[in-house]
Each structure stands twice: as C-alpha cells, then as structure tokens.
C-alpha cells in the first residue's frame, strides 16, 4: 500500500495535478482498518480523526476488485520509460533543455510487416 501511495504521490507532484481527495480518504481509512491489528490505539485515534462512526477494529476489511493485468503492465513500462528518459537525460549535452517524446497508436507498415513474419517463422515445438 505504502508503494501504491508513493508512486501515486510522485506521479501527481511530477505532472502538476492535485492528489485526489476521495482515493487518498479511502487509502486513509483502509490503511486504519489494516493496521489495527498492529497498532490499534493508533488506528482508533486515526479512524476518529476521519470522522467515522464506531471502531476502526469493528469495520469490514476493505475489499479490492479484480486486478487489471494490462493497465498493471501499461503503469509499469511507463514508469520504467520515465526512468529511463531521466537517466537519458542527465546525460544529455550541455545547454540541452528540451526534449521531445513521440507517441504512436500503431507501428509504421514496414515494422507489422516484419513482426509478422517474425510470427510466421515461430515454431513452438522447437
């Protein structure tokens, strides 16, 4: 969760974007719940704070929905390729304070021409 919460705070500070109230009150209180366990006078005083009604050891588990394989991986190459752009960068000429990124929705002809037959001569017996 204390990841989750990290990369979504550098993302937000990165981009210029303000955190949004309702995830963060909601990773808030589900943090409360799970730490209760651990630190129940922390949680209770934290779960008051919030203005909920009752105890924080009393109220449900949060749940999670199903994970989404592909924006997992889509989230994780993007923050690999702002990596790598940092480094990239750092290494840049001096006096260099521009940079441009292209993005493309497909790949030119020539390229699905050769991934394709790339994919005709795979054999996956061998």
């Known amino acids: 969760m204390m990841i989750a919460r990290n990369e979504y705070r550098a993302w937000c500070q990165d981009s210029g974007i303000a955190m949004h109230e309702g995830a963060v009150r909601h990773w808030v209180e589900s943090l409360a719940i799970i730490i209760c366990p651990i630190c129940p006078h922390w949680s209770e ?3 008051k704070d919030l203005g909920k009604e009752g105890l924080a050891v009393r109220a449900p588990w949060p749940t999670v929905g199903e994970e989404d394989k592909f924006l997992s991986r889509q989230a994780k190459f993007l923050r690999d390729s702002l990596k790598s752009f940092r480094n990239s960068a750092g290494k ?3 006096g ?12 030119p002809q020539w ?7 790339m994919q005709s001569q795979y054999d996956a017996a061998s």
Do not use: F, P, S
């Open 45 to 47: 005083t934290l779960w």
């Open 111 to 117: 390229k699905v021409d050769a991934l394709l037959w």
């Open 96 to 107: 260099w304070k521009e940079a441009t990124i292209l993005v493309a929705d497909d790949y």
């Open 92 to 94: 840049a000429k001096k």
